[in-house]
């Protein structure tokens, strides 16, 4: 049990990294955890390849300009918080 959750810890801290969410000194911790582990570089390497492959093979559809407007027309009416 305590393997995944030091695999989950992990998966979520490359994923912050990726993401540009780390803060310097958690940044570099996990590198040099990642240097020091191999196990770990495959895991960057995985979400790394993961990502790529979700921007250059899937398709994203554009919203219609009626949604876009919409939504504007809604962020003008929408009463200040």
């Known amino acids: 049990m305590r ?7 992990l998966v979520k801290k490359v994923t912050m990294y990726l993401d540009n969410e780390l803060s310097e ?16 570089l495959k895991v960057l390497s995985q979400e790394k390849s993961f990502r790529e ?7 994203r559809r554009k919203p219609s300009p009626a949604l876009i407007q919409s939504i504007k027309d ?8």
């Open 74 to 81: 809604k962020i003008r009416i929408a009463p200040p918080l």
């Open 25 to 40: 000194n958690a940044e570099r911790e996990l590198l040099q955890e990642i240097k020091a582990n191999p196990a770990y």
């Open 53 to 59: 492959f979700i921007k250059s093979k899937i398709h």
């Open 3 to 9: 393997d995944h959750q030091n695999y989950q810890e």
